[in-house]
């Protein structure tokens, strides 16, 4: 499974941005998906999965509320919505697909394939 993530760029706190990330290979709905983050000389930290059929979504403590995970398996994409950004949530946000869906300590080492990263950056 290849893994492209867009949607990333500087916004100012308060603001809203959506991540997409598209998928090819092999078959998208097959996988649960999900998003980790990682901020300059920090450990990189899960943020949310959803299973393949999307009917089960999974999102950590500090993003609940705010941002929200979707995927359209007709076009063969996952989605993080993330609204009322702050300026610590910027981050490298990576896209991830698994043949497991997670919740929870389960997601410790969720993600069987890795996108490349989209740059998130919040000012305040």
């Known amino acids: 499974v290849q893994l492209v993530e867009s949607g990333g760029g500087l916004v100012q706190a308060g603001e809203s941005l959506r991540l997409s990330c598209a998928a090819s290979?092999?078959?998208?709905?097959?996988?649960?998906m999900g998003w980790y983050r990682q901020a300059p000389g920090k450990q990189r930290e899960f943020v949310s999965a959803?299973?393949?059929?999307?009917?089960?979504?999974y999102l950590t403590d500090f993003v609940k509320g705010r941002f929200a995970i979707s995927r359209d398996n007709a076009k063969n994409t996952v989605y993080l919505q993330m609204n009322s950004l702050k300026p610590e949530d910027t981050a490298v946000y990576y896209c991830?697909?698994?043949?497991?869906?997670?919740?929870?300590?389960?997601?410790?080492?969720?993600?069987?394939?890795w996108g490349q990263g989209t740059q998130v950056t919040v000012s305040s």
């Open positions: 991830v697909a698994d043949l497991d869906y997670c919740s929870g300590s389960l997601c410790t080492g969720f993600g069987d394939y």
């Open positions: 290979g092999r078959t998208f709905s097959r996988y649960a």
């Open positions: 959803i299973s393949w059929s999307g009917d089960m979504t």
